[in-house]
């Protein structure tokens, strides 16, 4: 059995550090175990309460509650000292923000966790769909679900669910914090988003391999009676254009590269930090079967053109192929023929 983690107190303190007219001895006390948010277990920090606080504000983006405040010695005397001096800022009901008050990446997260107890919660909704980057929008406030037995109320900025069938299963980690999996997150959007919204984040998820259509499938059964559950069941007919996977796609493009007797390309090939689907390499010629008529989207479609330039820039022409295309695929395997011949 392991012990608590010891925390490096960093070479340059927040803004919090050294705020004068507290009126209390800060002198340096023992190492004291404390749980930090996005750490599994406890982590020793030492030094004193200000060099302590210096810790938390780099370990959790800026963010601490009174508990922890406390934990670490500071009095509820010197707490108020440094809310009347700006170094602490009120955000919920005993969590603060430490120093500036521009907002910080997963500072809202992070807050929202502090202020319903991180051990007892996982983010949720459009805050994990947001996580797992299969949404471009941020939520207006933090969504998040209560495991067995928590308590925590909804209030300005943060959203509230209850869940009684969420299971370990369903949960996960992301950007080291407490998260529902990728398939749980569909699931629960489909309860508080549009189905067009629900569309374009399975798309998403699909395309990025972080589901399966077996492993959504089995969220679904983990959570029996929720309403919205059966659009899911029609992204997830084979039939569905935008809904096949990646694998189906390119399987269904090699058999009619093959039909046209077409010589076999590699396949999955690693060029740079990216992996193409298909490559002719004396030919200079890259398939990328899309399949998803969601690469329409801002982020899919950036993502797909920064690809894209790192393999022109490398003198690769890419050929991006839908599955609509394959369901009338002369036209298709005509280019790809005209492209290999040549060379």
């Not at 679904?220 to 899911?232: E, H, K, M, S």
């Not at 007797?261 to 396949?267: A, L, M, S, V």
Request: charged letters at 25%; aromatic letters at 4%.
């Amino acid at each position: 059995m392991t012990g608590p983690r010891t925390a490096q107190t960093p070479h340059t303190p927040s803004a919090a550090v050294g705020v004068a007219g507290a009126g209390h001895s800060e002198s340096p006390a023992a190492a004291t175990p404390l749980r930090i948010v996005g750490v599994c277990g406890l982590v020793v920090v030492s030094g004193t309460p200000d060099q302590r606080l210096a810790t938390l504000a780099d370990a959790q983006w800026g963010r601490v509650s009174r508990e922890q405040l406390l934990a670490i010695g500071f009095t509820p005397g010197m707490i108020k000292a440094r809310l009347r001096s700006g170094a602490l800022r009120l955000l919920h009901r005993g969590v603060y923000g430490i120093g500036h008050r521009v907002r910080t990446e997963l500072g809202a997260e992070v807050a929202a966790l502090l202020a319903c107890g991180s051990a007892r919660t996982a983010l949720s909704h459009h805050t994990a769909a947001l996580l797992w980057e299969i949404i471009d929008r941020p939520p207006n406030d933090v969504h998040m679900t209560l495991l067995g037995g928590a308590r925590c109320e909804s209030r300005i900025g943060i959203v509230v669910h209850r869940s009684r069938s969420l299971t370990k299963a369903d949960l996960g980690r992301r950007r080291e914090l407490p998260v529902t999996t990728a398939a749980r997150t569909l699931v629960d959007m489909t309860e508080t988003c549009t189905a067009r919204e629900v569309e374009r984040a399975f798309d998403e998820a699909l395309a990025r391999r972080l589901v399966r259509p077996a492993s959504l499938r089995e969220a679904i059964a983990r959570a029996p009676g929720r309403r919205g559950t059966a659009l899911l069941e029609a992204l997830l007919e084979p039939a569905r254009a935008r809904g096949v996977t990646r694998g189906h796609a390119e399987e269904r493009m090699l058999e009619l590269l093959r039909a046209a007797g077409i010589p076999d390309p590699q396949r999955n090939v690693a060029i740079g930090p990216y992996v193409v689907d298909f490559l002719w390499r004396e030919a200079r010629l890259v398939i990328e079967v899309d399949s998803y008529t969601w690469h329409s989207s801002s982020r899919a479609f950036k993502r797909d053109r920064r690809k894209d330039a790192f393999l022109a820039d490398r003198g690769l022409t890419v050929v991006r192929v839908t599955w609509e295309m394959m369901d009338q695929p002369l036209p298709l395997i005509a280019r790809i023929a005209r492209a290999i011949a040549p060379r």
